[in-house]
């Protein structure tokens, strides 16, 4: 069987046609590079600049009600795509389209409708909501910045949100502190404060890795019924290949900054192709005291992203390291949808 | 709506009911004696002229430089003013100077300390680099060399303290300030399209306010102390308003020759009242940043 | 096996142990009487989610229950001594040398301004004062090898490493004095998932080498049941589920325990369904009356909440608190 030799850039650059019809949200090129801070004899000697590559080089296209999750470990720039992608902070290259709308050099006059379709929920409840706002305020802030609803109109609005949700009734709640309700409700709280703006578009950032293990899959569960009912999209965050599993239509995964390998969940879970991914789910722990496990061993550990390996990043650690690794892969198409970026798989 | 907000988190913060009060334990019982030393003063100074069995200021009511005695519980200046009533009556000034000094740090310092911590950057570290020359100086000095460019008076007075006091609120304000600008709630704000002005108030101010207040009864307890510094070394208020500081410094000249009720009585109120405020402080300090919280 | 035989390999015994913590809003019975047995060469695995008293159960087993917690009843025996009568000084010989404890975090258990072949030094010398300082170091560095950090490190200060070497520099700290039972609290949380596996395996490996006893702290119940011996099930300060782990894997009965299981997801199932456990964590200020799981319990009946029930024995080494099993013998 010949497989279809398509370079990523190719497919995003040239005719577009690759591009489905009912794409909502696409990357191209993504980079954040963060300068690090040098000391004051560093800045003395030296005039060369470092950076932290954080992000570098992301390109996907998200389609309309999926779940798209980015998988990969802390300090992997996953996190730093998802505030990119919502323009909480700045790329430093790349463009992020919304739509077909170009958004990333959009000024804040223009971009602040956009606010409103695209919405971010954090990883942690206990830190992402004003502990000297009441749940109702805190709720209902977002109508009255965008001058959408006032008083009674907001209050019911509120209500009606907190209800989806799964806070009910919701006046019990409207009137609490956060401290006075638990992880899994604060949570909560946080999706309901970003669905009330009715968005389009959401950036999960590890929402459950918070909460206590036998909550996580009613709120999950939740999210889930939410796109169903709200035609709603995601980009999931998480470092948990399991519930990246349970919850996304497609996934990729990231290493130091760059995108290893992309595809349909189930292909993915089934065929991983990068030593990464392989090594990764090998890793995972199961809950079967009769499972006989072999864990790939990765030399070494994941590099700084501010002194990134020379050619393809992994090589360093990677079991299957060779003279072309020297030179960065980049992502192509092992089968329609499925991209890795690995030599190997080129035969 | 959001003053409604931010003064109820005020009042909550401030006032959780004393019945509550005296269950916090330790905490608790800190803020209890020092409102109690506190409000007991006020009350005596604002009901001075109707308990006061002399005019405070009349000289000659009794012979001078008696001590104790039954016509005069503290005894009589050189003057043969009437120590006790000038005791119930001297509050007033230092109590003026100390509230309009606090008032002055709180319009001053909480909004410098806000915009410059949350703009960060150039306007920041200047801010800061002020800020950090003014606090350099011993606190009393820099007071007399203002107050003596200043002049004579209450507002010169608090004006005076203001202006040593209000780097302590910038530092305290901008180290919590440069902690909860990384909070997720102030990204989450910023992603639903708050304005910047909004956060700063709705979002960050509501959660210093316990720092603040803890600065404030500590900048009173230091006011207390500095304004009777000033009227010690002659800074203060003139002879005709009854005031401790002004005894201090009489009083202190009387020392030598044996006379030690003059200092005494008024010393021991100003610590009194220093000494509350400041015990208000440490409990809210412990109520707020409780050590025992697991 | 003979009573005599048990009692050799038998490490630890704890039996009824209850730690309070009186904060300023009420006593918190964090751990109630928790009993459980340790043999050489065993790996126990602790799991519990917010709230269960996982944590205490492990620093009171070093009698380090941070204040204001208090160890109330029950007692701790540790290669035949009762280590909660020792002076504090008995037992500040004994932590390192026949019992350690690995903490949560590697990040900030390690003192910044110390290399680490300090901390190691100082270790070994206060518990054995007649090693000289050369000695010391050679140990180190063979514990370095085991744990696969290259010797030169050792030189380094803490903020020099990256955290999976951190944490396996506080694994080596631990082992260093070659104690008999060590405890990791949550090794595995701040790691990603292939070190995470390492620094398991590693465990495994010395354990094997060395023959000591490990008891692993965790929320995580996919890591016990792969790697442990028996586990122990917490919820709320009590132990509610206690049995080898292929006995508790086939034959899951505590209704939090089964919960629990069914709420993770598992790599290796395709479409799987997952189902949370309803309700909130438990509230140990109130906790509610009789078993405290009955709120969330799909199985509740109406003498769960008259009284707790007590450790029904329902297999060999099984123990249930549930009334469900009740009929089959007593604890």
Known sequence: MKLEKIIWSDVTFTKGKEMSSDEILRTEHLKKYFPVEKGFLERLLTSTKRFVKAVDDVSFSISKGEVFTLVGESGCGKSTTGRLVVRLIQPTSGKVFFGQENITDMKKKEFRIYRRKLQIIFQDPYASLNPRMRIGRAVGHPLEIHGLAKGVEERQRVNEILQRVGLTPPEQFTNLYPYQISGGQRQRVAMARSL??????????????????????????????????????????????????????????????????????????????????????????????????????????????INIPRGCRFNPRCPYAEERCKVEPELTAVKPGHFVACYRTEN | MGKADTKKSMLSAILPGLGSLAKRGLAGWLII????????????????????????????VGPPLIGPSAQHPFGTNDLGQDIFSRVLSGGGIMLQVSLLSVIVCLAVGVPLGLFASYAGGVVDRLVGLVMDSIYAFPGLVLAIAIAAMLGRGVVNMALSIAVVYIPSYFRVIRSQVLSIKEMSYIEAANAVGAKNRTILTRYILPNIMPSIVVVATVNFADA????????????????????WGWDLTNGRALLASGTWWVITFPGIMIILLALGFTLIGEGLSELFNPRLEQ | MSEEKKEKTQLLAVNDLTVEYSARRGKIRAVENASFTLDRGETLGIVGESGSGKSTLGMSLIRLVPYPGKIMKGNIILEEQRILKLKDEQMRD???????????????????????????????????????????????????????????????????????????????????????????????????????????????????????????????????????????????????????????????????????????????????????????????????????????????????????????????NHLVRCYLYKGEGNE
Not at chain 1, 226 to 237: A, E
Not at chain 2, 34 to 52: D, E, K, N, Y
Not at chain 3, 160 to 178: D, E, H, K, T, Y
Not at chain 3, 185 to 205: F, H, M, R, S, Y
């Open chain 3, 94 to 316: 004994l932590r390192g040398r026949k019992i350690s404890y690995i903490f949560q975090d590697p990040m900030t258990s390690l003192n910044p301004v110390e290399k680490i072949k300090d901390h190691f030094i100082e270790l070994i010398q206060t518990h054995e004062p007649k090693v000289t300082k050369a000695q010391a170091l050679k140990r180190a560095q063979q514990l370095f090898k085991d744990v696969g950090i290259q010797p030169e490190r050792i030189s380094d200060y803490p903020h020099q490493l990256s955290g999976g070497m951190r944490q396996r520099v506080m694994i080596a700290l631990a082992l260093a004095l070659n104690p008999s039972v060590v405890i990791a609290d949550e090794p595995t949380t701040a790691l990603d998932v292939v070190v995470q596996a390492k620094i398991l395996d590693l465990l495994g490996t010395l354990q094997e080498r060395y023959g000591m006893a490990l008891i692993l702290i965790t929320h995580d119940l996919s890591i016990v049941l792969e790697r442990s011996d028996k586990i122990v099930v917490m919820y709320a300060g009590r132990i509610v589920e206690q049995a080898r782990s292929t006995a508790l894997y086939k034959s899951t009965q505590h209704p939090y325990s089964q919960g629990l299981l069914k709420s993770i997801p598992n790599i290796e199932l395709a479409d799987q369904k997952l189902e949370a456990i309803g309700g909130t964590p438990p509230d140990l200020l109130n906790p509610p009356h009789g078993c405290r799981f009955w709120p969330r319990c799909p199985f509740v009946m109406p003498e769960c909440l008259v009284e707790e029930p007590s450790l029904y024995e329902t297999g060999e």
């Open chain 2, 33 to 60: 004696v020092g409102l109690i030393f506190v409000t007991a003063i006020i009350m005596i100074t604002v009901i001075s002229p109707w308990i006061r069995p002399y005019d405070p200021i009349k000289i000659n």
């Open chain 2, 224 to 243: 207390i102390l500095t304004a009777a510094g000033l009227t010690f070394i002659g800074l203060g208020v003139s002879v005709s308003v009854p005031d």
């Open chain 1, 196 to 305: 009330i703006l009715d968005p389009e578009f959401i950036v999960a950032d590890e929402p459950v890795s918070m909460i206590d293990v036998s909550l996580r899959t009613t709120i999950i569960d939740l999210m889930l019924d939410l796109r169903r009912d709200l035609d709603l999209t995601y980009l999931f965050i998480t470092h948990d290949l399991a519930i990246a599993k349970y919850i996304s239509d497609r996934i990729a995964i990231m290493y130091l900054g760059k995108i290893v390998e992309i595809g349909e969940k189930h292909e993915v879970f089934s065929n991983p192709l990068h030593p990464y991914t392989q090594a990764l789910m090998s890793a995972i722990p199961v809950p079967n005291p009769e499972r006989k496990r072999t864990a790939i061993e990765l030399k070494g550990e994941v590099p700084s992203a």
